[in-house]
């Protein structure tokens, strides 16, 4: 049985351990609600331009773009959004099983990973994956720039043949505890499903300028939108996840003091009732 000490100092320990938990559950939760912030004003740009973006690929006009091409799928390079640091619960784990079982499951597929995070990077390549970039440190820095950049050189791949999809693996924002591990093929520019007694993109538009170079600067820009509210819904996930793991640590260190607390009490009780009885034992001698 470990000394009146030992427990002590252990107490002491766990109770530093929970002042940092609990810090840290105040900051990711601080950093979700802005990631949330940014994530429900991205949300509805992104989804308008992938509908317009959409129709006017399918509004069966004759300009054409490389990033519409419909093509069987051999080569595909894979977008891994990960944090760079652990402490959030199964946020990496579970996306980063989604991407092995997706890349596992089609292994005519020759596949090339852009990795956004440290534990994306590691994971990947540690089980021999094509990581051909990497990107870190960019939690709190993402901007419409590094979108772009992000994917400049998937759809230079893409436009020259060099790869036939282009997919985003992230973690899609359900609420404070619920991230949803998704795989979003992005390229090719998926077209309108054709409806019942109707087609697809049968909306008509006028085109000013011409169609091919509204869809030369509107098409970059939804794979570059679509890629900004990835990583934000990626960022979101991370903070909450975070911020849901220091909350259960918290209330497991409160529980471990208070079993400490109850051993301690036990072992000094303990050490009490042996002291009364050697002194009643002592004085029992004497009074013999």
Do not use: W
């Amino acid at each position: 049985m470990p000394s009146l000490k030992d427990i002590r100092t252990r107490i002491v320990s766990v109770k530093s351990t929970q002042q940092i938990t609990k810090a840290m559950k105040m900051v990711a939760g601080a950093k979700m609600r802005r990631a949330h912030d940014a994530v429900v004003g991205a949300r509805p740009y992104a989804a308008k331009l992938e509908t317009l973006v959409r129709h006017l690929a399918a509004s069966g006009g004759e300009a054409t773009h490389p990033l519409l091409e419909q093509r069987p799928v051999q080569r595909a390079t894979v977008v891994v959004m990960t944090s760079d640091r652990g402490l959030c619960g199964g946020f990496n784990g579970q996306l980063l099983r989604a991407v092995e079982v997706e890349l596992k499951g089609h292994p005519e597929v020759t596949y090339e990973v852009i990795a956004v995070g440290r534990k994306g990077r590691d994971f990947l390549k540690k089980r021999g994956y094509s990581v051909v970039a990497s990107h870190e440190g960019m939690g709190g820095h993402l901007t419409p720039e590094f979108a772009r950049e992000l994917v400049a050189a998937p759809i230079t791949a893409f436009a020259a043949g060099q790869t036939d999809q282009l997919v985003l693996a992230f973690s899609t924002f359900k609420s404070a505890i619920a991230q949803l591990p998704t795989l979003e093929p992005i390229l090719p520019v998926p077209l309108p499903k054709v409806e019942e007694g109707g087609v697809a993109g049968d909306a008509s538009y006028l085109f000013e300028p011409g169609e091919a170079a509204l869809l030369a600067d509107l098409l970059p820009r939804y794979v570059a939108t679509r890629t900004l509210r990835a990583l934000f819904e990626s960022e979101a996930s991370e903070h909450s996840a975070r911020m849901a793991a220091m909350d259960a640590a918290t209330n497991n260190a409160n529980d471990l003091i208070r079993s400490l607390t109850l051993s301690m009490n036990r072992a000094r009780q303990a050490i009490i009732t042996k002291e009364i009885l050697e002194i009643v034992g002592g004085a029992e001698a004497l009074a013999a």
